[in-house]
């Protein structure tokens, strides 16, 4: 099994979240990023929210640095 990861760094938001979460499980990793996505960014439990967060997740493991978002779209 490959490990995947999530990372808030990568999308747009009101909190400059530097938050990346890895696992060896979708399951793990999906719960970890539902809690933080709910406690931090204000967001609701759904099936939406989780589905939404499914298709963020990415092979591998966070890099240590990230092009924020405005600086990568220039």
Known sequence: ?????????QYPGDI???LAFAA???????EAAVQ???AVHGC???AELRQDLKSM???GTP???VASVASASA
């Open 24 to 30: 060896d499980s979708e399951d793990e990793l999906l």
């Open 16 to 18: 400059k979240c530097s």
């Open 63 to 65: 890099p240590a640095v």
């Open 36 to 38: 933080h996505a709910v």
């Open 57 to 59: 997740f990415k092979d």
């Open 44 to 46: 609701e439990d759904n």
């Open 1 to 9: 099994m490959s490990r995947k990861y999530i990372d808030c760094r």
